[in-house]
């Protein structure tokens, strides 16, 4: 660990992840949009998870998220574990992408999740939040007979206003900005670094080269191994 970055971190008093699915893909959950993607292997793949597939087809809907979301036996990692650690710390909020709920298995204390979180399932019909062993068996909401659906963002909707609020103030307090596992491309996610505090340092942890019209420091090897020896 180069000790100007670990440096960086000990210092901190507000630290903001900005994550992605390179966070999860170390736990064994594909990245969609990579070469081998369930985007790019399925061009109907953003329609399937559209909401206006929900409502015209709620079964086939209910069916390709089964099939293509869930992967129970994924376990958080180091990831998840130090970023955890340092939101109990009260030094650190996390902003994740993901919705499959390893942060929250982590024990990750300040989270946003922007995208929302497969495993918070509810009631279309009554607003009562379910199990998900229960989604997984039927769609159906077995009180009332309602249409079950996991509270994600789906195509066609927009991001919880709540979560747009609380990720821009998270933003505007930081003084240290770590983006992990993410290429930063995809809006209105990437929009949150326009809001960031001008004088925080930004650190980029990512396999892939980024680039961004400001300074910051690109760290480009596994977040895993990062992670590993990053003391925290």
Same mark, same amino acid.
């Given at each position: ?13 507000? %630290? ?38 929900? %409502? ?21 990692? %180091? ?154």
């Amino acid at each position: 660990m180069d000790t100007n970055i670990q440096a960086k971190f000990d210092n901190a008093k507000h %630290i903001v992840f900005l994550t992605g699915a390179g966070v999860s893909t170390a736990s064994g959950i594909p990245d969609f949009r990579s070469a081998n993607g369930l985007y790019t292997q399925n061009r109907n793949a953003e329609y399937y998870l559209s909401h206006r597939y929900f %409502i015209s087809d709620p079964e086939g809907f209910y069916e390709f998220c089964k099939k293509n979301l869930y992967f129970p036996d994924a376990k958080p990692n %180091i990831i998840h574990e130090k970023q955890a650690a340092l939101t109990q710390q009260d030094r650190a909020t996390v902003i994740t992408q993901n919705i499959d709920n390893l942060y929250e298995e982590a024990g990750t204390k300040h989270l946003i999740d922007f995208h929302g979180d497969l495993y918070n399932v509810f009631c279309e019909k009554c607003g009562k939040t379910v199990p998900v062993e229960d989604y997984l068996k039927s769609r159906i909401h077995e009180e009332d007979g309602g249409p079950l659906r996991p509270d994600i963002v789906l195509y066609d909707e927009g991001i919880k206003q709540e979560n747009i609020i609380n990720s821009v103030r998270a933003m505007q307090g930081a003084d240290l900005v770590v983006i992990v596992g993410t290429s930063m491309k995809v809006y209105p996610f990437a929009g949150l670094l326009e809001y960031r505090n001008k004088n925080a340092e930004v650190i980029a942890i990512n396999r892939q080269k980024l680039s961004f019209g400001f300074d910051f420091t690109m760290v480009q090897e596994d977040a895993t191994k990062f992670f590993a020896e990053l003391d925290v």
